[in-house]
């Protein structure tokens, strides 16, 4: 049976792992390479790397890391920040990450989509989405959830999705570090939508969140970084919760 | 042991090769028909679609020179559905090395399914050499929206709305719908498993 992703994100800046990390066992808890290996050895499905270096210049340290991750893990990983051309996927692609996810770039140019699809195949065109609740529906937000587009968001996935996207990552902004609970109602919304896979994202702060994620938000994949950094919530911990509730999961 | 992976526009070659670099094997990545024939093992990978890749291997008479190698040879993803006699995908014949047919998953609105089958799933009735030391029922990782039939040549199986060919095995031929590259351990063994045949 297909399992349901448990996806640790690593926030990456100038080459290193930002918003601490509390691992005892870790030797130098800024690598992402050694972070990476470890959620991957822990039993992390696949791993999100989202680079929010301000820099162009200091953008090329990325892709040196995703060579070394490359070296350095069996699973797939995401590499995504400031994504906006054939040429920056092109140089991650060919330095080993399974797939790119693409935000704000591909919101202004939505012909992007089409370019990577056509290009280098849906399957590794991830189309981030971040969203907050305004009266009764979900709008787009860009650059980390500080400008509003007045889009909603129904309209925009839709539209991702027919360009080529074959995977969404959702991140509600009403619910990113408040450790509440994921968007359910959103994630199952949109999962019902469109046929791609649905990552969740925003608000897990306990092993319950990701049973209602998964099962009420029919969420295909959940997404993290705090929690999973400070090992409030451990991944085999959090698999064998998700297994009693008759969640498929990889053990 | 010289390694060759099969150079061309659908190949996926880099998650292979450091897959193959983390065994601390470096291989060669070409097209050249007369550097596959002299290579110990031939991995022939593959992330696109069918008929522009098979166009690409006719063009360059590598379709001929892949169903003519001699030793053991692996296809992985899109490589595997070449190596069998017709895909969906583009209406295209194949290498024929396989007598399945790949197909398209049924749609979300006729199945109740996504569709790519994206992300960790079982493997059954595993035999082979390859499948040697693994748990039973292990997991591997999966992307993909057409998949082989079952058929005399399948060598384990996957259920994800259908019941469907995970792996094949004929003469010196493999094949993986899987991403052993990606599926952790047990994907490294299964890598290991086909650098240790020997024919």
Redesign the interface.
Known sequence: ?????IVPCLDIKDGRTVKGVNFVALKDAGDPVELAARY?EQGA?ELVFLDITATHEKRKTLVHLVEQV???I???FTVGGGVSSIDDVQAL????A?KISVNSAAFKRPELIDELAGNF????VVLAVDVKREQDDWIVYLNGGRLSTGKSAIAWIQEAVDRGA??LLLTSMDHDGTKSGFAVEFTALISELV???VIASGGAGNETHFVEVFTSGKA??ALAAGIFHFGEVTIPQLKSKLAQHQIPV?L | MKIAIVQYNAGNT??VQ??L??FGITPEITADPDRLRAADKVIFPG???ASSAMKFLRDHQLDLVIKELKQPVLGICLGMQLMCCHSEEGNVEGLGIFSNSVKRFP???NSGF?????????LSSCQGPLFKGLPEAP?V????SFYAEIGTSTVATT??IVPFSAALHKDNFYALQF?P?????D??LIMRNFLELTI
């Open positions: 049976m297909l399992t349901k992703r991957a499905d490359s070296a350095a069996n699973i797939p692609l060919s330095s080993g399974d195949g849906s399957q590794c074959g995977e046929e791609v896979p295909d994949a990889r | 880099r998650s450091y897959a670099q983390r992330v696109g679609e749609s979300q609105e996504k569709v790519p089958h994206m992300g960790w799933n079982s997991f990782y999966y992307v993909h259920d994800y991403h590259e990606k599926s952790g351990v994907g490294e």
